[in-house]
């Protein structure tokens, strides 16, 4: 193949890519309003909201226990979640996204940020890193989620995370 030609081939397929290009900026929003708004849902829903938002295959690597995977799996995990519609749950999570990052391809990312949960022994503040990936449908689903608690606080030093 001539030379020129080989040039003109190689920028059809630049093009092609580029028009292709996921813009990052806008997707790393995009991530950082979905966890945000997963969670505002589990504040108000408790554990339904949060098991809404893993994939059906998502994976939670809680401590002291192997992980777990699957969306049932995970709501039967986490059932202790408060729900103040029906007043039931003694875990209250609360939890802030402070960083977010896509991957090039859009279709991968991940977010940290801080957390607190109440229970009735008391509060812990931790940190959390969420994997997410994008669904066929455009949505944002948990894939993998992996936090860490520090010790119990003392009275008096409860602040919401952040």
């Known amino acids: 193949m001539p030379n020129h030609l080989l040039g003109f081939a190689g920028a059809v397929l630049l093009s092609c890519a ?3 290009g996921v813009d990052v900026a806008r997707e790393r929003k995009a991530l950082m309003d979905a966890d945000a708004q997963f969670a ?3 504040g108000e829903r408790g554990v339904e909201a ?3 938002w893993f994939a059906e295959d998502g994976t939670m690597f809680p401590a002291r226990i192997d992980p777990v995977q699957g969306r049932a799996a995970i709501r039967e995990l986490m059932s202790d979640l408060y ?3 029906t007043g039931r749950g003694a875990l209250k999570l609360e939890w802030q996204p402070t960083r977010a990052e896509v ?3 859009g279709e991968l ?3 940290t940020g801080v957390s607190r949960s109440v229970t009735p022994d008391g509060e812990r503040r931790g940190k959390y890193i969420t994997i997410w990936r994008k669904q066929a449908d455009g949505t944002w689903k948990v894939s993998a989620d992996l936090g860490n608690q520090g010790p119990l606080a003392p009275a008096g030093q409860q602040k919401p995370p952040g």
């Open 18 to 20: 580029c028009a292709h």
């Open 109 to 111: 990312g991940w977010t």
């Open 40 to 42: 505002r849902e589990t």
């Open 103 to 105: 991957s090039q391809s």
């Open 83 to 85: 729900d103040p519609r």
């Open 50 to 52: 949060w098991a809404s």
